[in-house]
């Protein structure tokens, strides 16, 4: 089991994904051959079954796309998403540090957490690979990222980020300015603004990478260079906007 995103990052590139919450194995493919790094199938805001979600990640795997799974807060979430082969969680509304080893403790087998050991499923090729390598490997290889995305989380930043198993934080600036209050201006509003530059100062600071959320390449381009080094995309921000943008253009 290897992990390319993961590698990527390491070697200090930086990567694109798209989030999808639809079920749709055809846009998982053509979101992959536009060459993106990976994909962040929405099982929070999604509507998955599980059967669909793991036809999604063998779409991902069909096109070499990194699937990442922003898991539901059902308590098996993680487990499932892991055991149909995701390369990578996106925990949502990770507040604490004891919530952060929680998600680690959920995603790793023993000793280095508690997530119940299998062979039979997707992710070890139904029984082809197991015992220590599988396991040992997927430790090492799978990211856990928690969302940073309430004011309670970039108080706790630094315990967060310095949980053991967290690989890097995720940015939810859409929540994060609900959280603070601010509904109407959203993530633009100065004090929402403010919180984001001191998570981005304090991730640079101690050389750590940051993941966040875009709607379109603008966006994307000045997340990287805020530092940045995971993006992901709203693939049906980008398709609304697009179909909005030809209708405006023709001359019905």
């Known amino acids: 089991m290897k992990n390319p995103l993961k590698e990527k990052l390491e070697k200090g590139k930086s990567v694109l994904g798209s989030f999808l919450g639809i079920y749709s194995p ?17 099982d929070e805001h999604g509507a998955f079954s599980p059967t669909e979600l793991e036809d999604m990640i063998r779409t991902a795997d069909s096109v070499d796309l990194v699937p990442i799974v922003r898991v539901s807060y059902d308590q098996s979430s993680i487990q499932k998403a892991l055991d ?17 080893e929680e998600a680690v403790q959920k995603a790793k087998f023993p000793p280095r957490g508690r997530r119940g050991a299998a062979y039979s ?16 490997e997927s430790n090492e290889e799978i990211l856990v990222i928690p969302h940073i995305e309430t004011l309670e989380a970039a108080e706790n930043f ?3 980020i310095n949980v053991e198993g ?13 959280n603070m209050g601010y509904k109407e201006e959203g993530p633009n509003h100065p004090e929402v603004r403010r919180v984001v530059e001191r998570i981005y100062m304090e991730a640079k600071e101690r050389d750590i990478k940051i993941g966040t959320v875009a709607n379109d390449a603008t966006g994307a381009n000045k997340a990287y260079d805020k530092g940045a ?3 992901g995309i709203v693939a049906i921000t980008v398709i ?7 209708l405006q253009s023709t001359n019905k």
């Open 240 to 246: 609304a906007n697009a179909l909005g943008s030809v």
């Open 121 to 136: 499923h997707r992710a070890a090729h139904y029984g082809k690979e197991k015992g220590k390598n599988f396991l040992d």
């Open 84 to 100: 149909r082969g995701a390369l990578g969680i996106q925990v949502p509304m990770i507040n604490t540090k004891e919530e952060a």
């Open 166 to 178: 967290i690989d890097f934080p995720f940015i939810g600036t859409t929540d994060l300015s609900v």
């Open 26 to 42: 055809p846009l998982v493919e053509m979101i992959g051959y536009a060459g993106y790094d990976f994909v962040v199938i929405d």
């Open 229 to 231: 080094s995971y993006v």
């Open 158 to 160: 630094h315990e967060i």
